[in-house]
């Protein structure tokens, strides 16, 4: 059973660039939530997909959105990057809300913006 | 004031000894309460789910207070492979189960 996959792993950028990072959710799982964790810092929400529609927002700007496909994978797009969007970004699939179960993360992509 | 606050430690513990820390939250709804382990530069995963009654996993003791909104977890038998950060997760109880992290308690187990 794949677990929670990201592409790719690590990527470098330079400021005002476009990025899209990718994830698939662990196999039985349809709500894919993404993180950005800053160095020294706990996963910041970013936002949450279910049935291909964002359903939840952290405190985050418009720069930063996403999609979700048919096949519960899902994109997070982030436009003119700056400095400080340089983190680690994780992908957390779970199951809807209700059931109580815990998230499961893929092993992030690490961001560099110079 | 953050959400989900946590000391960040780092808490140095000798090999052997037991070590125990908090993680309180602001929102009284949450519903569900978990410790994740983070190692350097990984992902998180899942360390234990914490249940109203209190449950323990092995060496692993958690604790939930919803009077106080506080949760607890405490290792026993430190090992130096439970070095780690541990970071506690709150289930924000609306309607779509946003998670909240705290920003981790950094526990280091020496020789």
């Known amino acids: 059973d794949a677990g929670v996959t990201q592409s790719p792993t690590h990527l470098i950028k330079t400021r005002g660039q476009q990025v899209t990072l990718r994830c698939s959710p662990k196999s039985g799982h349809d709500t894919v939530s993404w993180y950005q964790q800053a160095l020294g810092q706990g996963p910041q929400f970013i936002f949450q997909y279910y049935e291909e529609e964002e359903r939840q927002r952290g405190n985050f700007p418009d720069r930063f959105s996403g999609h979700q496909f048919p096949n519960y994978s899902s994109e997070l797009n982030v436009n003119a990057l700056l400095l400080g969007d340089s983190a680690l970004y994780l992908c957390?699939?779970?199951?809807?809300?209700?059931?109580?179960?815990?998230?499961?993360f893929g092993q992030g992509t690490r961001l560099t913006v110079v | 004031r953050k959400e989900v606050e946590q000391d960040p430690g780092p808490f140095n513990v000798p090999e052997g000894a037991t070590v125990a820390f908090n993680c309180t939250y602001s929102?009284?709804?949450?519903?569900?309460f978990f410790w994740y382990r983070q190692d350097c530069r990984k992902e998180p995963k899942l360390l234990m789910s914490v249940y109203s009654s209190g449950n323990e996993d092995g060496r692993f003791t958690a604790q939930l207070n919803r009077a106080s909104q506080y949760i607890s977890l405490l290792i026993r038998d430190s090992k130096l492979s439970d070095s780690a950060t541990y970071l506690c997760?709150?289930?924000?109880?609306?309607?779509?189960?946003?998670?909240?992290f705290g920003a981790g308690t950094q526990v280091v187990v020496t020789p």
């Open positions: 957390a699939s779970s199951l809807p809300a209700g059931s109580s179960t815990e998230a499961f």
């Open positions: 929102n009284s709804a949450s519903q569900s």
């Open positions: 997760v709150v289930n924000s109880g609306d309607s779509w189960g946003k998670f909240q």
